[in-house]
């Protein structure tokens, strides 16, 4: 079965953290890059981080230095560690496969004193 399952989102206060964990399928896993995405109520899903096969990532600029994006290969998990967060990282975050373009259903993250 071709799945990605989210899980780690929650509530949680200015300056804390969070770690996002997408198990994946092995087909999924394997085949290509995998990435985080975030959607804020009325805004645009953008990307979050990306890590390939080789292990090579890429943030984006609102997020550098505060998120690290990993892969679990014995498990085949993605993991997004978020700390410092902020108010405006409230968002869902969807994990994703560039491997047949498969999303997950997505969790939702709260930043919120």
């Known amino acids: 079965q071709v799945q990605l399952v989210e899980s780690g989102g929650g509530l949680v206060q200015p300056g804390g953290s969070l770690r996002l964990s997408c198990a994946a399928s092995?087909?999924?896993?394997?085949?290509?890059?995998m990435a985080w995405y975030r959607q804020a109520p009325g805004k645009e899903r953008d990307l979050v981080a990306r890590?390939?096969?080789?292990?090579?990532?890429d943030y984006a600029d609102a997020v550098k230095g505060r998120f690290t994006i990993s892969r679990d290969r014995a498990n085949n998990v993605v993991n997004l560690q978020m700390d410092s967060l902020k108010p405006e990282d409230t968002a869902v975050y969807y994990c994703?496969?560039?491997?047949?373009?498969?999303w997950g259903q997505g969790t939702q993250v709260t930043v919120s004193a």
């Open positions: 994703y496969s560039a491997y047949m373009g498969v």
């Open positions: 092995a087909s999924l896993f394997n085949g290509n890059s």
């Open positions: 890590i390939t096969r080789s292990g090579y990532t």
